[in-house]
């Protein structure tokens, strides 16, 4: 039996979609933002550790690898 090839692709959260789009300079919409902050102020969090902190017990918002102080932080920087 022939083995069948799987691709797995990831999808990105909204959140980290709109991190994104706002760290390449597009900018977000009002909409956006408000959504944005709203998934950092109820965040899912994931097993990962935010890859900017020093404190190891920070943990990070689901794909994005921020907690949510550098998520916010990502968020207005560009405003």
């Known amino acids: 039996m022939p083995l069948e ?3 797995q692709t990831t999808q990105k959260s909204r959140l980290q979609h709109i991190l994104e789009k706002n760290s390449s300079g597009k900018g977000v919409t009002s909409e956006e ?3 944005a902050r709203k998934l950092i102020l ?3 969090y994931s097993d ?3 890859c900017l902190c020093f404190n190891p ?3 990070s918002i ?5 907690c949510p102080p550098h998520a916010f932080y990502e ?3 560009t405003k």
Do not use: F, G, Q, S
């Not at 689901?62 to 921020?66: G, K, M, S, V």
């Open 5 to 7: 090839k799987t691709t």
């Open 75 to 77: 968020l207005i920087r």
């Open 62 to 66: 689901y794909d994005t690898e921020l």
């Open 48 to 50: 990962k550790k935010c």
């Open 57 to 59: 017990m920070n943990k």
């Open 33 to 35: 933002y408000k959504e």
């Open 42 to 44: 109820n965040p899912k």
